[in-house]
C-alpha cells in the first residue's frame, strides 16, 4: 500500500562523506525540527560498549539489556519508529528512505576525489587514527 507523502518528515541519504550530516544541521536550524542521524547513533552505541565506531560496525552486534542482536536489524528498527512515532524531523541516514518510505526524501553525491578529501580532513583531525596509514590521500 501506497504511503502519502509527509513533507515534515525529511530522510538525507547519499554517499559516504557526501554532506549528509551537514544538510540534517542545515535543515534542523531553519526548520526547528528534530535530528536524528543513524551515524551519531552508531558512535552513542558504540561509546556506551567501549568502543570504537569502526570496530562497533565491523563487530556489527549490540548488547542490550544483556540480549545480543545484530547491530543493522535494530538500527533499521530504530529508524522505523521514528517514522511511525514521531513528527517534523530529520533522518540523516544512508538508507533511512527506505525505512521511512512517506518522507520526503533527499539524496546526495559527492565527486569521489571531494570525498576523499574530507575523509581525509576528518581522519587528519581526529586522534583515534593518528597512523601513517593516513597521512596522505
Known amino acids: 500500500m501506497y504511503a502519502p507523502l509527509r513533507k515534515n518528515a525529511i530522510t538525507i541519504s547519499g554517499k559516504p562523506l557526501s554532506g549528509k550530516s551537514t544538510v540534517n544541521n542545515a535543515l534542523v536550524q531553519s526548520l526547528g525540527y528534530k535530528t536524528y542521524s543513524v551515524g551519531d547513533k552508531v558512535k552513542q552505541l558504540a561509546a556506551e560498549q567501549g568502543a570504537t565506531p569502526e570496530d562497533f560496525y565491523k563487530k556489527n552486534m549490540i548488547e542490550i539489556g544483556g540480549v545480543t542482536t545484530a547491530l543493522d536489524p535494530y538500527l533499521d528498527a530504530w529508524q522505523q519508529q521514528i517514522g511511525e ?50 597521512e596522505s590521500i
Open 85 to 134: 512515532q514521531e513528527e517534523k524531523f530529520v533522518v540523516d541516514s544512508r538508507i533511512g528512505f527506505h525505512f521511512i518510505p512517506q518522507s520526503f526524501r533527499v539524496f546526495l553525491d559527492c565527486e569521489i576525489e571531494e570525498a576523499a578529501r574530507r575523509a581525509h580532513q576528518a581522519r587528519k583531525n581526529n586522534p583515534a587514527y593518528v597512523s601513517p596509514k593516513y
